[in-house]
């Protein structure tokens, strides 16, 4: 499939929009009239033609525009990218999982071609055409992972284990939904997860590690979570939410619509051949309240949602200020219907 | 205390007898549990054991009490907290196998101690802790990065840049700091009153 990039912002003017196309494909959440936290990690298998799971890493109309973004958030802050020194082999391990399913994935736009450590990468939709040398680092004009990292859509982080634990020793971490890689780099499970609410007493974080510490390579797993945005903002880091924060006081009811955006993360994870450490993709969608209202489930089911999610929740993901509005303006796409299991659009 | 999940526990005190060498950091406040630690232990233990002190705040007389208390172990005393670390990060740079370390007082020298440590490849879980004294906190300032010391209020001013910081209860044991985070961001005509929280 040929994709066609789209030129747009993501600050500033706020030029980001979502095809008919994109909409129909969004990863929307919610598989019922209310959310809770839960362990809901399931196997990271190829889905249908056309979906975001179609392929391991999805890319699509927004990447040329996301890559550009990063590029802006990296200059201005190079703290969002980090790895301890231990991390190299893994840097390397995630570089090849992503050049290979991208070239494999879409031919079109990406070519990988090996002779033994002799690497030759083509990136079109960036005019990158470039020869190296797997392993050495001189060859890169950055490290492995920013290099890539540079070049896939979505945030990554990579966790060495050890001591039966997962360590967060290295990332790109540039659309994040209010955390800090900078802060919680070289943290553990437990500890990065310190803010999160109600999940760590309901025994998730328990459970969820304990499964990741087993995974197998080869059987990579995904998960959905999600927050809301205003503007369509990718870089909502708490590095500038000095900046951004203000956004939250802006919405009206005659706004919802454009400002409001329903922020879903796929994330992913891989065991790692070499290292053995473990990749964590944050692959962030963003979906604007009048185009999740195109679709009548989803027009239905975000203001249920919305109104029984628990405070705590509410006040964590920061949707406090703008949630009853957003309700409101939802509520005319609500008729009272039942809505069916599952989050794909009737 | 252990609600935070990203705070280190710190259990307590208690001597290593098989320790070649125990090194102790503390403050005013945490010397009275060295001295505890050194009643617990057998008499050969102090003799193996030297302590820098931090000695912030107090007067000459009361430095000289605190270490006549902790004889008969070997004790430097230092002007403050940072030269405190600065001092241990020398001992633990010539130091030899089978040194054990502890720190005693307030949690950001109890971070300080472990962070001396872990550049210096020692485990931070086997650095033996124990709090006393203030609930002081040091700070880090998400936006500027700048570190704020010993913040008793809830918001405090950055230090370096000046925005007001929402104390939040995340703790980084790389950075031995509590994350600090713009309070009035969606509120700028408001500024909270600082309230003592961390006494
Ligand atoms: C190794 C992989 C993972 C990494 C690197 C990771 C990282 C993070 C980070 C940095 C946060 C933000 C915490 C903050 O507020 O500062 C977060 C939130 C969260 N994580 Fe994870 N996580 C991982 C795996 C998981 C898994 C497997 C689960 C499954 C239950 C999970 C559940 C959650 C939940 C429920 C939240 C709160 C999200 C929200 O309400 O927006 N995480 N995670």
């Known amino acids: ?346 | 205390m252990s609600t935070i999940k990203s705070r280190p526990i710190y259990p307590g005190l208690s001597p290593d007898p098989n320790a070649r060498r125990n090194v102790v950091v503390c403050d005013a406040a945490g010397a009275e549990a060295v001295v505890e630690l050194l009643a617990r232990a057998d008499g050969e233990f102090a003799g193996r054991t030297s302590v820098v002190l931090s000695s912030e705040g107090l007067f000459g007389k009361e430095s000289e009490s605190i270490v006549e208390r902790l004889k008969p172990a070997t004790v430097e005393t230092t002007a403050g907290l940072v030269p405190a670390i600065d001092r241990l990060k020398e001992i633990l740079a010539s130091a030899t196998m089978g040194l054990r370390l502890y720190a005693a007082g307030s949690e950001p020298l109890i971070g300080s101690v472990v962070q001396a440590g872990a550049e210096n490849f020692i485990d931070p879980l086997s650095v033996r802790t124990e709090h006393r004294g203030s609930l002081k906190r040091r700070v880090q300032c998400v936006h500027c990065k700048g570190m704020t010391e010993n913040v008793t209020t809830n918001p405090v001013k950055c230090a370096q840049c000046g925005l007001l910081l929402l104390v939040r209860d995340h703790y980084s044991k790389r950075l031995a700091a509590f994350q600090g985070v713009c309070i009035n961001a969606e509120t700028p005509d408001e500024s909270p009153e600082l309230k003592v929280e961390f006494q």
Not at chain 1, 217 to 236: E, F, K, Q, Y
Not at chain 1, 242 to 257: A, L, M, Q, Y
């Open chain 1, 1 to 346: 499939m040929v994709l066609a990039f789209k030129n747009e912002t993501f600050r500033d003017d706020f030029t980001f929009s979502n095809s008919p196309a994109a909409i129909r494909r969004f990863p929307f959440p919610f598989v019922e009239d209310k959310y809770m936290y839960s362990v809901n990690i399931e196997p990271h298998e190829l889905g249908p033609k056309g979906s975001v799971y179609e392929f391991p890493i999805d890319i699509d109309e927004h990447y040329v525009s996301e890559m550009r973004d990063r590029a802006l958030v990296l200059d201005a802050d190079p703290g969002r990218c980090q790895a301890l020194p231990h991390m190299i082999t893994a840097q390397w391990d995630m570089l090849e999982l992503l050049m290979t399913s991208m070239a494999r994935d879409y031919p079109e736009h990406f070519s990988l071609t090996r002779d033994g450590n002799q690497w030759h990468w083509i990136n079109r939709p960036l005019g990158i055409d470039h020869k190296f040398t797997f392993g050495d680092v001189a060859t890169l004009p950055y490290q492995p992972m920013e290099y890539i990292g540079r070049q896939c859509q979505g945030d990554f982080s990579i966790q060495d284990q050890r001591d039966g634990q997962l360590w967060m020793d290295a990332g790109i971490i540039t659309t994040q939904a209010d955390w800090s890689l900078d802060f919680d780099v070289g943290m553990n499970f437990f500890e990065w997860h310190a803010p999160v609410p109600l999940a760590h007493q309901a025994g998730v974080f328990d459970r969820a590690l304990k499964f990741l510490l087993n995974m197998q390579h080869g059987r990579p797993v995904r998960r959905l979570n999600w927050t809301m945005t205003i503007n369509s903002r990718l870089d909502t880091s708490p590095e500038n939410y000095h900046k951004w924060g203000i956004d939250r006081t802006t919405v009206t009811p005659e706004n919802v619509g454009d400002k409001v955006h329903l922020r879903v993360e796929l994330q992913a994870l891989w065991r790692l051949p070499r290292s053995n450490a473990i990749l964590f993709s944050i692959r962030c969608y963003m979906i604007k309240m009048r185009e999740l209202a195109t679709v009548p489930k989803w027009g239905r089911r975000l203001p249920r949602v919305l109104r029984t999610l628990p405070d705590e929740i509410a006040d964590y993901k920061g949707l406090t200020r703008y949630r009853q509005t957003t309700i409101d303006w939802l509520s005319k796409y609500d008729d009272g219907a039942p809505t069916s299991l599952g989050g794909g659009p009737d």
